[in-house]
């Protein structure tokens, strides 16, 4: 299917059960929003500076017009002719670690084809090939606020070497 399998949902629903401690940690956190944010910022810029010279081979994220988000991550898309797989276990074998998208063509989950069964049923536009290529081609690197340049440009080292083999 192309998710990762922690994302991979048979049943439709939803999933909101913050605990008391999640709050607390949350709460605490609040005071150190402002600083995480600008670091992803800078952790994301880095990153995107460094991979410059592979948009060849992959599709870096841009941000919508009149937006400045603070990044969750750093969102990959492999080009036609790039290999996914292989760039993440070059990346993975060098001490860099990824996360496959857990978005992509949603009625592909078993969920779905719960829903299909039970009559509820959904509409499709289109062909969805775009979805499909995000499910098959996309991963994510981490740009938390931890992270030191020194991080940030092995990162962006390793990608070029991978996407470069």
Request: charged residues 25%; glycine residues 10%.
């Amino acid at each position: 299917m192309g998710y990762d399998h922690k994302y991979v949902y048979s049943h439709f629903g939803y999933n909101l059960k913050a605990t008391d401690m999640q709050a607390a940690v949350g709460c605490a956190q609040i005071e150190k929003l402002q600083g995480f944010v600008e670091r992803r910022r800078e952790n994301f810029e880095r990153l995107k500076n460094g991979l410059a010279g592979t948009e060849d081979k992959l599709i870096l994220p841009v941000p919508c017009e009149n937006s400045k988000p603070s990044w969750f991550g750093f969102l990959i898309t492999c080009k036609d002719g790039i290999d996914r797989n292989k760039v993440v276990q070059y990346v993975e074998a060098h001490g860099v670690q990824t996360r496959m998208l857990f978005a992509g063509n949603l009625i592909k989950h078993p969920c779905f084809d719960q829903m299909r069964i039970s009559g509820k049923g959904y509409r499709v536009v289109g062909e969805l090939a775009n979805t499909d290529k995000i499910m098959k081609d996309t991963f994510w690197v981490g740009i938390y606020p931890g992270m030191t340049d020194e991080m940030i440009d092995y990162i962006a080292k390793t990608i070029h070497e991978a996407v470069n083999q």
